[in-house]
């Protein structure tokens, strides 16, 4: 039965949920709340697993541990030739379902930037179900962001822009093989950017009075333009890259002519064998700077995202080396000049 009272609690948002709230206070670490540790539980395990892989690399045996290891950080032509358990191809999704994850991220951050911007400029509030959620991830610790609307409504404006090229990109750019994505890598890429506009929106007070543009212009400061120049540019050479990497594949026409790998040259590519990656580091970075000083939150995502992009970019950098006896051996993998 405390289950079913507990869930009742969650879904309607009454105020007496304040007990588990004091819970979670007890339990976490003094300032730290659930959202922070949860991105915290991310790096570290991101980070693990991209320190497991560049300490034993493949000669990590063929026990099944060893086998589930490489099928969850692998996907697309890292996975291609190799020797896998049958029962692990049951989990294969073909890669080119990536555009699910911007289309859900698209949808749903453009939901939360509308209810922002209802909090903002119209006083509406919050649905309380997303208050309930805001209360609980952020139990024992406050808003970071008191007066500064300007920064939250930067963000999340940027990564539903991010989205939206992206989604258009995977639909209309990219000619993706026949690679497949792990089921588990699937869910996780879908709740990743849900979580992702929570935690934009984790910065807001939710009893906001109401403002207007005037209000918002004075917030204005220079990380705010630094912050949005870095994202315009690292959003420009990251879609050149993509468009290379779709070239390789097609004709002069726009054709598409076969589905098989080749050394892309250009642009970043010039200095790393992953630029999309390192392009989508810079972009979270950029959000960083947006949010200025004000963003500890923040830079625990921009961390997560680092480890994951190096771990895929590493993964990436030794099939091109494997594939290809010529392959430039000035790149580095992910970071020009130092990784």
């Known amino acids: 039965m405390w289950a079913w009272s507990l869930g009742r609690r969650l879904l309607t948002g009454r105020e007496d949920d304040t007990w588990y709230n004091m819970l979670l206070v007890q339990l976490l670490p003094p300032g730290v709340s659930l959202l922070a540790l949860v991105w915290l539980v991310l790096d570290v395990a991101f980070l693990s697993a991209l320190l497991l892989y560049l300490l034993r690399g493949c000669d990590c045996g063929r026990s099944l541990l060893c086998s589930v290891f490489h099928d969850l950080i692998r996907y697309g032509k890292t996975k291609v030739g190799r020797q896998r358990p049958a029962w692990l191809q049951w989990f294969d999704i073909p890669k080119r379902c990536f555009w699910h994850f911007y289309c859900v991220s698209l949808i749903w951050n453009g939901f939360l930037l509308w209810i922002l911007h209802r909090l903002l400029f119209q006083s509406v509030p919050v649905p309380e179900w997303i208050q309930v959620v805001l209360r609980f991830l952020r139990a024992g610790s ?198």
């Open 142 to 339: 406050e808003p970071q962001i008191l007066d500064r609307e300007l920064s939250a409504v930067l963000a999340l404006a940027l990564l539903w822009l991010h989205s939206l090229r992206r989604l258009l990109e995977c639909l209309f750019v990219s000619v993706f093989s026949n690679g497949t994505i792990h089921f588990v890598q699937y869910c996780f890429g879908l709740g990743y950017y849900i979580l992702i506009g929570i935690t934009v929106l984790s910065y807001c007070s939710l009893d906001t009075q109401t403002v207007s543009l005037d209000d918002l212009l004075p917030q204005g400061h220079w990380y705010h333009i630094l912050g949005l120049t870095l994202y315009i540019w690292a959003s420009l050479h990251q879609y050149r890259c993509h468009c290379i990497l779709a070239n390789l594949r097609k004709s002069a026409s726009g054709t598409i002519m076969h589905l098989n790998y080749a050394i892309p040259t250009g642009d970043w590519f010039e200095k790393v064998s992953c630029p999309h990656y390192l392009a989508e580091l810079l972009i979270y970075l950029s959000i960083a700077v947006v949010f200025g000083p004000l963003n500890t939150i923040w830079w625990l995502v921009v961390l997560y995202v680092l480890f994951s992009q190096a771990l895929a970019a590493v993964l990436c950098h030794e099939f091109y080396h494997e594939k290809f006896d010529s392959y430039p051996i000035h790149r580095n993998a992910f970071i020009p000049f130092i990784f």
